[in-house]
């Protein structure tokens, strides 16, 4: 099969013939039809994370075809179509059997603890845990970007930040996270404030229902401008870009007893940012992790998406082959796109 392939850290990534892969017991072979590029599978390219075993596949926002399933599935069959969430359940652990998949004791993630979703086919494990059907009415393209930004974003602001209709949102970092859960506040009418340092991200922000946006390198205090609009602060505040000055921003818009959510990856230099524990005490706010989705959880999120006509297509920046995927990734750090890039052509 075809697949983008690197063997050391920060090395080119490259386009390779490489061996299919076999199916296990629980698991199932995918042939993928498109794949999300994320700056997580940046991150594993660059050494981040520690799941990334060498020489590897990057690659976890899949959607595609069933092509074969292992003795011990029973759900799912051949010419399926399905996505995944990028964090996979065992179906056994403590936090599995208690509905938490996306934090499993024994997780599998397609692109970091095996290899991914940037090749023709894909091995997934625990296949009846966390395979989702995709609706017949929903392109492959669409179905990867639910795959980890998206879900990220819904979970984060609906399950861990409980937002509400009216409520005013801060989202730090208009990237992927960031543009989904743009499109989840609005689509619940909770009132939304984009912040970015890029004039081109804040307009695709505005475009999607952002109904205040601020530019970080022009706004020198963006919680006190926060603050001022809201007339005290944010009820959720997400950082969806990572970084010790997102967070501190974030959790400074927050109002009393405000939540912060962080979603954003902390790695590199930003790994222990700087907390200002004073508010937190004195206006009870809540910091909050959020990591992913179960993939019990996706009929919820897909009856939103449909009963309120959310564009995800819209969300798409540029589909692009495998060969151009490769580039794009390793270029990500530069945070240059807009939208999410997708890879549809594997030939």
Same mark, same amino acid.
């Given at each position: 099969?075809?697949?983008?392939?690197?063997?050391?850290?920060?090395?080119?990534?490259?386009?390779?013939?490489?061996?299919?892969?076999?199916?296990?017991?629980?698991?199932?072979?995918?042939?993928?039809?498109?794949?999300?590029?994320?700056?997580?599978?940046?991150?594993?390219?660059?050494?981040?994370?520690?799941?990334?075993?060498?020489?590897?596949?990057?690659?976890?926002?899949?959607?595609?075809?069933?092509?074969?399933?292992?003795?011990?599935?029973?759900?799912?069959?051949?010419?399926?179509?399905?996505?995944?969430?990028?964090?996979?359940?065992?179906?056994?652990?403590?936090?599995?059997?208690?509905?938490?998949?996306?934090?499993?004791?024994?997780?599998?993630?397609?692109?970091?603890?095996?290899?991914?979703?940037?090749? #023709?086919?894909?091995? &997934?494990?625990? $296949?009846?845990?966390?395979?989702? !059907?995709?609706?017949? +009415?929903? =392109?492959?393209? *669409?179905?990867?970007?639910?795959?980890?930004?998206?879900?990220?974003?819904?979970?984060?602001?609906?399950?861990?930040?409980?937002?509400?209709?009216?409520?005013?949102?801060?989202?730090?970092?208009?990237?992927?996270?960031?543009?989904?859960?743009?499109?989840?506040?609005?689509?619940?009418?909770?009132?939304?404030?984009?912040?970015?340092?890029?004039?081109?991200?804040?307009?695709?922000?505005?475009?999607?229902?952002?109904?205040?946006?601020?530019?970080?390198? #022009?706004?020198?205090? &963006?919680?006190? $401008?926060?603050?001022?609009?809201? !007339?005290?602060?944010? +009820?959720? =505040?997400?950082? *969806?870009?990572?970084?010790?000055?997102?967070?501190?921003?974030?959790?400074?818009?927050?109002?009393?007893?405000?939540?912060?959510?962080?979603?954003?990856?902390?790695?590199?230099?930003?790994?222990?940012?700087?907390?200002?524990?004073?508010?937190?005490?004195?206006?009870?706010?809540?910091?909050?992790?959020?990591?992913?989705?179960?993939?019990?959880?996706?009929?919820?999120?897909?009856?939103?998406?449909?009963?309120?006509?959310?564009?995800?297509?819209?969300?798409?920046?540029?589909?692009?082959?495998?060969?151009?995927?490769?580039?794009?990734?390793?270029?990500?750090?530069?945070?240059?796109?807009?939208?999410?890039?997708?890879?549809?052509?594997?030939?």
């Amino acid at each position: 099969m075809k697949a983008a392939y690197f063997t050391s850290y920060q090395s080119p990534i490259t386009v390779e013939t490489l061996p299919e892969p076999t199916c296990s017991p629980n698991g199932a072979v995918i042939q993928v039809k498109a794949t999300g590029i994320c700056r997580s599978d940046w991150h594993g390219w660059m050494g981040h994370d520690s799941d990334v075993q060498l020489p590897h596949v990057p690659g976890h926002e899949l959607a595609g075809i069933v092509l074969e399933v292992g003795k011990n599935v029973q759900q799912w069959q051949k010419e399926d179509r399905v996505t995944l969430p990028f964090c996979c359940g065992c179906g056994h652990c403590g936090q599995c059997v208690s509905g938490q998949q996306q934090i499993c004791d024994n997780y599998f993630q397609p692109g970091f603890t095996a290899w991914g979703s940037f090749a #023709e086919y894909v091995h &997934i494990e625990y $296949a009846d845990v966390n395979l989702v !059907r995709l609706p017949d +009415s929903m =392109s492959f393209e *669409a179905a990867a970007v639910l795959g980890c930004r998206f879900i990220t974003a819904y979970r984060g602001i609906i399950a861990q930040g409980k937002l509400q209709p009216g409520h005013w949102v801060a989202v730090h970092g208009c990237g992927g996270v960031g543009i989904s859960a743009i499109m989840i506040a609005k689509a619940i009418g909770a009132q939304i404030i984009a912040i970015d340092i890029e004039e081109q991200k804040l307009a695709f922000a505005k475009s999607l229902g952002a109904d205040v946006v601020f530019n970080a390198s #022009e706004i020198k205090e &963006i919680p006190l $401008a926060i603050r001022e609009v809201t !007339r005290g602060g944010v +009820s959720v =505040s997400v950082d *969806a870009l990572g970084s010790q000055i997102t967070c501190h921003n974030s959790i400074l818009s927050l109002k009393k007893r405000g939540k912060h959510i962080q979603i954003g990856l902390m790695t590199g230099k930003d790994a222990l940012p700087q907390i200002p524990m004073g508010p937190v005490i004195s206006k009870e706010l809540e910091i909050i992790g959020s990591h992913g989705m179960q993939a019990h959880q996706y009929p919820a999120m897909l009856d939103l998406v449909f009963a309120k006509n959310i564009p995800l297509e819209q969300m798409i920046g540029e589909r692009m082959n495998l060969e151009k995927g490769a580039v794009a990734l390793m270029k990500m750090g530069s945070f240059s796109n807009t939208g999410v890039m997708v890879i549809n052509n594997f030939s």
